[in-house]
């Protein structure tokens, strides 16, 4: 073992470069030469319109007119019928459990169902903290929407693992289909939701079909993903020795590769349902039929104090889920538990135990006629007014936290950073951008992603969006920026020092498991200048992730190399310095391309809140049923996310490749 | 170099109950445009460097025969585990023919393969690979259960080999629970569970440390003298291949080097390569009568018998004490003798 460890690791050898063709100087001689000709050239040479499609955006219109009009018919085409009939079903599977949940079981049933199957399965604690969760929705005055998104999300769930789960199982036994759906599942986290809205709607229209299926477009990936890697954890040698005793394959599967598999396939589940549980509030832009998003988006102009405690509820609907499926992944482990005849009897009994309570609440729950929807004693009011209080203090001009600190750092933020770039890159001739941002994807990452971004940066011109793109392309660049340094320092010191990653780690744990918008909010108010919001708040959805991979990165540079600077008399700072960053490299790397994807995802979705440019187009085209120019930005999101995606990856094996 | 197995007195009953015939096995894309050519011949790396491919195995043939013990051994790399698995098809040969207890292995179908790993082999790995999320029990049953044997009757015989190898207290257990020779206790439970004709092992002692080793090689010795089943045995250690083996191959980079008895292994290794593995091993604890007799002249009967298959080292005490050579006998018959010249000869022959 540690001699294959050693001998992997002589293999990195750090590239030695004069400095004068280091990749950075190079990219600063080249952002040079683009700010000469900015300064020198004429400044209107913006996208020129006569490179514009601009049929496009009335083709687009077209297929929402001919969908209208299928609709009309009475014998409508297959694909029509298709769609309708999926649409139809998923409303219907909706409506059904929303009603189980409301109707049938009312509030005590609910609640009982809810905390007395966590007690059964993930123990006392798990019961605790689902109970404390369904009484908190209650508090919130939000019973109703709560269960009208705990209903959608466990239909997205449920579907995302029925589609992700077998197509998981079957990339973990072929090399091939992995190869094949890799890209595919990659194309789907890149994209920002916010691109996807405007296609899923024009195909299924508002409600909750829409909202399932634009969750599940996010929340398969990692149900196929955790799964293929489940599959293929199992040791190799487990999987010979079953086959050489003449297992078929089926038995292989069922009796071998799933049971080994079940840690990661509980985990699949948990996370499936924090990527549903994260895209509650874009998912809520969709539907009409209540939940936790709308309160969240209506509430931004009108009530914001409502929509903070619509927030809170979703984040506690997401720990308490993490928390509740974490337990009972980890309690029902066979492995762990020895169960003997009498003890899986009484766990049996226990089950039945539960379904009768449940039963009883529910017709005690009727009989007492308690309402399907908890409204009573609820602490909505007094809440609201004192979260409006917070907000009117922070807003107030004359405060020392309005007039010393949002308002200067926003307005320099404005000033010094967003709004120089952002004048640069639109008036920039759009050649030399162009020009300019491929030679420094080529210098990079190299040929293929350099053409990548002349192609998508092409695209996005000829679609008319380019000045839209290159106000959201300043707003990702400066979030990325910040996200990436206050990550890569925190990083580095909770690497090095314990407190710092134990102090971190609930802190990402939190910001992690919030949806994207939830983030938005309250920088509306506390930050209420032009674009900032959205620049905070993608800077804090990003940053946790580039802590983590730099923290892992950092730490997991071999020990014997470490030992070896010490052996030679570096210092502590010397060895982290010169060995450890050096090498953790390709973390880093990954770090700012896993930001700034999330970066990118953020700042369109405040487009929301009056960050204007692409995420504006699309909330417009939503809002006002101007389905062609919402797609249109929504392409040219996609143009960009791909473009980023392939830049700072290419980056990442360049290096490996340079290296092996 | 003698061959046949007859030579070490160990009595064939019937057919070879494997017969592995030309066998190849070739890693890589276009592996079988590689037999048949000059290129299958290049050493290894050339090969390699020339088309990419690796051959495992190149042209192996062997017999095993019902009762015997047949080792394959080689230094790490040299295909052994390759050789071991293509007798099942868990790797399918590139060339070559296998028969196992009569049937042709490499043309079976899907079903018959099945039937012959169900019910024919059975084999030992060396981790272990046993199911973590089962007990010991349901571990050592788990070749019957994909037979499809009812639970209570697998349960049964699962208890009855536990018994053999001394685990019946471990039955509800998990592997993680177990020590490393533990578990490869349940590993051997798990192959005689479903009493199979051949048993395989692929280096199965490997892994632990050198105590437990010595003492599952002798459970090895006491389970195969007990049940008497055909054995195919890899391993890389040659004390190892000298306790269990009837008979030896040890190969290198792919092929078989040498195949003969221990005693034809040390008495005569065929190259270097085979005298640098039996160079520390002493040759009078290996070598027999039957190698250092010669042919009885007249007069020569009334020395002390000994069995023609005893040591030189058990031998040592009887002709030092004896003034006339000692005759060696198989089956009350006088085959040669033996004189003290020809003891010294061989003892010196260490150094
Ligand atoms: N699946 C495989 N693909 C390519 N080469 C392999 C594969 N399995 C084994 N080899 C190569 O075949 C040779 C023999 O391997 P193996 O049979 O495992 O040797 P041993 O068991 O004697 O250590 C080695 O050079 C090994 O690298
Ligand atoms: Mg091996």
């Given at each position: 073992?540690?001699?294959?460890?050693?001998?992997?690791?002589?293999?990195?050898?750090?590239?030695?470069?004069?400095?004068?063709?280091?990749?950075?100087?190079?990219?600063?001689?080249?952002?040079?030469?683009?700010?000469?000709?900015?300064?020198?050239?004429?400044?209107?040479?913006?996208?020129?319109?006569?490179?514009?499609?601009?049929?496009?955006?009335?083709?687009?219109?077209n297929?929402?007119?001919?969908?209208?009009?299928?609709?009309?018919?009475?014998?409508?085409?297959?694909?029509?019928?298709?769609?309708?009939?999926?649409?139809?079903?998923?409303?219907?599977l909706?409506?059904?459990?929303?009603?189980?949940?409301?109707?049938?079981?009312?509030?005590?049933?609910?609640?009982?169902?809810?905390?007395?199957?966590?007690?059964?399965?993930?123990?006392?604690?798990?019961?605790?903290?689902?109970?404390?969760?369904?009484?908190?929705?209650?508090?919130?005055?939000?019973?109703?929407?709560?269960?009208?998104?705990?209903?959608?999300?466990?239909?997205?769930?449920a579907?995302?693992?029925l589609?992700?789960?077998?197509?998981?199982?079957?990339?973990?036994?072929?090399?091939?289909?992995?190869?094949?759906i890799?890209?595919?599942?990659?194309?789907m986290?890149?994209?920002?939701?916010?691109?996807?809205?405007?296609?899923?709607?024009?195909?299924?229209?508002?409600?909750?079909?829409?909202?399932?299926?634009?969750?599940?477009v996010?929340?398969?990936?990692?149900?196929v993903?955790?799964?293929?890697?489940?599959?293929?954890?199992?040791?190799?040698?487990?999987?010979?020795?079953?086959?050489?005793l003449?297992?078929?394959?089926?038995?292989?599967?069922?009796k071998?590769?799933?049971?080994?598999?079940?840690?990661?396939?509980?985990?699949?589940?948990?996370?499936?349902?924090?990527?549903?549980?994260?895209?509650?509030?874009?998912?809520?832009?969709?539907?009409?039929?209540?939940?936790?998003?709308?309160?969240?988006?209506?509430?931004?102009?009108?009530?914001?104090?409502?929509?903070?405690?619509?927030g809170?509820?979703?984040?506690?609907m997401?720990?308490?889920?993490d928390?509740?499926?974490?337990?009972?992944?980890?309690?029902?482990?066979?492995?762990?538990?020895?169960?003997?005849?009498?003890?899986?009897?009484?766990?049996?009994?226990?089950?039945?135990?539960?379904?009768l309570?449940?039963?009883?609440?529910?017709?005690?729950?009727?009989?007492?006629?308690?309402?399907?929807?908890?409204?009573?004693w609820?602490?909505?009011?007094?809440?609201?007014?004192?979260?409006?209080?917070?907000?009117?203090?922070?807003?107030?001009?004359?405060?020392?936290?309005?007039?010393?600190?949002?308002?200067?750092?926003?307005?320099?933020?404005?000033?010094?950073?967003?709004?120089?770039?952002?004048?640069?890159?639109?008036?920039?001739?759009?050649?030399?951008?162009?020009?300019?941002?491929?030679?420094?994807?080529?210098?990079?990452?190299?040929?293929?992603?350099?053409?990548?971004?002349?192609?998508?940066?092409a695209?996005?011109?000829?679609i008319?969006?380019?000045?839209?793109?290159m106000?959201?392309?300043?707003?990702?660049?400066?979030?990325?920026?910040?996200?990436?340094?206050?990550?890569?320092?925190?990083?580095?010191?909770?690497?090095e020092?314990?407190?710092?990653?134990?102090?971190?780690?609930?802190?990402?744990?939190?910001?992690?498991?919030l949806?994207?918008?939830?983030y938005?909010?309250?920088?509306v108010?506390?930050?209420?200048?032009?674009?900032?919001?959205?620049?905070?708040?993608?800077?804090?959805?990003?940053?946790p992730?580039?802590?983590?991979?730099?923290?892992?990165?950092?730490?997991?540079?071999?020990p014997?190399?470490?030992?070896?600077?010490?052996?030679?008399?570096?210092?502590?700072?010397?060895?982290?310095?010169?060995?450890?960053?050096?090498?953790?490299?390709?973390?880093?790397?990954?770090?700012?391309?896993?930001?700034?994807?999330?970066?990118?995802?953020?700042?369109?979705?405040?487009?929301?809140?009056?960050?204007?440019?692409?995420?504006?187009?699309?909330?417009?085209?939503?809002?006002?049923?101007?389905?062609?120019?919402?797609?249109?930005?929504?392409?040219?999101?996609?143009?960009?996310?791909?473009?980023?995606?392939?830049?700072?990856?290419?980056?990442?094996?360049?290096?490996?490749?340079?290296?092996? | 170099?003698?061959?046949?197995?007859?030579?070490?007195?160990?009595?064939?009953?019937?057919?070879p109950?494997?017969?592995?015939?030309?066998?190849?096995?070739?890693?890589?894309r276009?592996?079988?445009?590689?037999?048949?050519?000059?290129?299958?011949?290049?050493?290894?790396?050339?090969?390699?460097?020339?088309?990419?491919?690796?051959?495992?195995?190149?042209?192996?043939?062997?017999?095993?025969?019902?009762?015997?013990?047949?080792?394959?051994?080689?230094?790490?790399?040299?295909?052994?585990s390759?050789l071991?698995?293509?007798?099942?098809r868990?790797?399918?040969?590139?060339?070559?023919?296998?028969?196992?207890?009569?049937?042709?292995?490499?043309?079976?179908?899907?079903d018959e393969?099945?039937?012959?790993?169900?019910?024919?082999?059975?084999?030992?790995?060396?981790?272990?690979?046993?199911?973590?999320?089962?007990?010991?029990?349901?571990?050592?049953?788990?070749?019957?259960?994909?037979?499809?044997?009812?639970?209570?009757?697998?349960?049964?015989?699962?208890?009855?080999?536990?018994?053999?190898v001394?685990?019946e207290?471990?039955?509800?257990?998990?592997?993680?629970?177990?020590s490393?020779?533990?578990?490869?206790?349940?590993?051997?439970?798990?192959?005689?569970?479903?009493?199979?004709?051949?048993?395989?092992?692929?280096?199965?002692?490997?892994?632990?440390d050198?105590?437990i080793?010595?003492?599952?090689?002798?459970?090895?010795?006491r389970?195969?003298?007990?049940t008497?089943?055909?054995?195919?045995?890899?391993?890389?250690d040659?004390?190892?291949?000298?306790?269990?083996?009837?008979?030896?191959?040890i190969?290198?980079?792919?092929?078989?080097?040498?195949?003969?008895?221990?005693e034809?292994?040390?008495?005569?290794?065929?190259?270097?390569?085979?005298?640098?593995?039996?160079?520390?091993?002493?040759?009078?604890?290996?070598?027999?009568?039957?190698?250092?007799?010669?042919?009885?002249?007249?007069?020569?009967?009334?020395?002390?018998?000994?069995?023609?298959?005893?040591?030189?080292?058990?031998?040592?005490?009887?002709?030092?004490?004896?003034?006339?050579?000692c005759?060696?006998?198989?089956?009350?018959?006088?085959?040669?003798?033996?004189?003290?010249d020809?003891?010294?000869t061989?003892?010196?022959?260490?150094?």
């Amino acid at each position: 073992m540690a001699a294959s460890s050693i001998a992997a690791r002589p293999g990195i050898v750090l590239e030695h470069r004069p400095w004068w063709r280091s990749r950075m100087t190079i990219v600063a001689a080249i952002v040079g030469a683009m700010v000469i000709c900015h300064l020198t050239l004429s400044r209107t040479l913006s996208w020129p319109d006569s490179l514009v499609w601009h049929s496009l955006t009335h083709y687009l219109d077209n297929i929402q007119n001919w969908l209208a009009a299928e609709s009309a018919k009475t014998d409508p085409n297959f694909a029509y019928r298709l769609i309708h009939w999926i649409s139809s079903g998923l409303d219907a599977l909706v409506r059904w459990l929303y009603h189980l949940l409301s109707s049938w079981l009312t509030w005590p049933g609910t609640t009982l169902l809810g905390g007395l199957l966590a007690w059964r399965f993930g123990g006392r604690r798990a019961a605790v903290i689902m109970v404390g969760s369904f009484a908190s929705f209650a508090a919130l005055g939000l019973w109703d929407d709560s269960m009208q998104t705990l209903a959608l999300m466990l239909v997205a769930v449920a579907l995302s693992l029925l589609v992700g789960v077998p197509l998981g199982i079957v990339a973990g036994r072929s090399d091939r289909f992995n190869g094949l759906i890799t890209p595919v599942l990659d194309a789907m986290q890149i994209v920002p939701a916010f691109a996807y809205l405007m296609p899923v709607v024009i195909f299924f229209s508002v409600g909750p079909a829409a909202a399932v299926i634009t969750t599940m477009v996010y929340s398969v990936p990692p149900a196929v993903r955790i799964t293929a890697l489940g599959i293929r954890s199992v040791p190799a040698n487990t999987v010979e020795a079953a086959l050489a005793l003449g297992s078929t394959k089926r038995q292989l599967l069922w009796k071998v590769q799933l049971p080994l598999a079940r840690r990661l396939l509980l985990l699949s589940v948990n996370q499936t349902i924090l990527f549903a549980l994260s895209m509650v509030v874009i998912a809520g832009l969709i539907n009409t039929e209540g939940g936790l998003g709308a309160p969240v988006t209506n509430g931004l102009n009108s009530d914001p104090a409502l929509a903070i405690l619509a927030g809170v509820a979703i984040v506690v609907m997401a720990i308490a889920l993490d928390r509740v499926t974490e337990a009972i992944a980890e309690r029902t482990d066979t492995a762990k538990r020895h169960l003997d005849v009498a003890g899986r009897k009484r766990a049996r009994l226990a089950t039945g135990a539960v379904f009768l309570s449940i039963a009883v609440a529910a017709i005690l729950g009727h009989l007492l006629s308690a309402g399907s929807a908890y409204t009573r004693w609820t602490a909505q009011d007094w809440l609201r007014t004192q979260v409006q209080n917070a907000l009117d203090y922070v807003q107030k001009p004359t405060t020392f936290l309005f007039k010393d600190i949002t308002n200067p750092v926003g307005n320099f933020l404005v000033a010094h950073m967003l709004q120089p770039l952002d004048t640069f890159l639109v008036e920039t001739p759009w050649f030399i951008t162009l020009a300019g941002l491929a030679a420094i994807a080529f210098v990079l990452s190299g040929l293929r992603p350099a053409t990548t971004t002349i192609l998508m940066f092409a695209l996005i011109g000829a679609i008319g969006e380019w000045q839209d793109a290159m106000d959201t392309f300043s707003q990702v660049l400066v979030a990325t920026a910040i996200a990436v340094a206050i990550g890569i320092v925190l990083g580095v010191l909770a690497a090095e020092i314990p407190w710092v990653s134990r102090a971190i780690r609930p802190v990402n744990d939190v910001l992690q498991t919030l949806p994207q918008l939830v983030y938005v909010i309250p920088f509306v108010y506390i930050f209420p200048i032009s674009y900032v919001p959205g620049l905070i708040a993608s800077v804090l959805y990003a940053f946790p992730v580039v802590v983590r991979l730099v923290e892992r990165g950092v730490r997991d540079v071999a020990p014997e190399t470490v030992e070896a600077a010490g052996a030679f008399g570096a210092t502590r700072l010397q060895t982290l310095v010169k060995v450890k960053i050096p090498l953790a490299r390709d973390a880093i790397m990954l770090g700012i391309n896993q930001g700034i994807i999330m970066v990118l995802a953020v700042v369109v979705i405040a487009g929301l809140v009056g960050s204007g440019a692409l995420g504006y187009a699309v909330a417009a085209g939503l809002q006002r049923g101007q389905f062609g120019i919402g797609v249109v930005a929504s392409i040219a999101i996609l143009a960009m996310g791909i473009a980023l995606d392939r830049v700072t990856r290419g980056n990442r094996s360049a290096a490996k490749g340079g290296r092996s | 170099m003698r061959q046949s197995a007859s030579s070490n007195g160990h009595r064939h009953s019937g057919p070879p109950l494997i017969k592995a015939d030309g066998i190849w096995k070739i890693f890589g894309r276009n592996a079988d445009k590689v037999v048949g050519t000059p290129d299958a011949d290049l050493p290894r790396s050339e090969l390699r460097a020339k088309t990419g491919c690796v051959a495992a195995v190149r042209d192996v043939s062997f017999d095993v025969y019902p009762g015997e013990v047949f080792v394959v051994m080689g230094l790490s790399g040299s295909g052994k585990s390759t050789l071991v698995r293509t007798l099942i098809r868990l790797i399918e040969p590139t060339a070559g023919r296998i028969e196992l207890d009569g049937r042709d292995v490499t043309a079976a179908s899907h079903d018959e393969l099945l039937q012959l790993r169900r019910h024919t082999s059975s084999m030992v790995f060396q981790h272990f690979g046993l199911l973590a999320h089962r007990t010991v029990l349901d571990n050592v049953a788990f070749g019957l259960e994909v037979q499809g044997v009812s639970k209570a009757q697998r349960h049964a015989r699962a208890g009855e080999v536990l018994k053999l190898v001394g685990l019946e207290d471990a039955a509800s257990q998990f592997p993680s629970e177990l020590s490393g020779g533990m578990q490869q206790r349940v590993g051997l439970a798990r192959a005689f569970a479903v009493d199979p004709k051949v048993l395989l092992y692929d280096e199965p002692f490997s892994a632990l440390d050198p105590l437990i080793r010595r003492d599952m090689q002798d459970e090895v010795i006491r389970l195969q003298e007990e049940t008497g089943k055909t054995t195919v045995f890899i391993t890389h250690d040659l004390p190892e291949a000298l306790r269990l083996g009837d008979r030896i191959a040890i190969m290198r980079d792919g092929r078989i080097v040498q195949l003969g008895t221990p005693e034809e292994l040390v008495g005569s290794p065929a190259d270097e390569y085979v005298e640098n593995f039996v160079r520390d091993i002493p040759r009078s604890h290996v070598l027999t009568l039957r190698w250092i007799m010669r042919e009885a002249r007249a007069g020569e009967e009334d020395g002390p018998r000994l069995d023609v298959a005893t040591t030189v080292r058990n031998a040592v005490p009887v002709i030092a004490s004896s003034e006339r050579p000692c005759c060696a006998v198989d089956d009350g018959r006088i085959v040669g003798v033996v004189d003290k010249d020809a003891v010294l000869t061989a003892i010196a022959g260490e150094e």
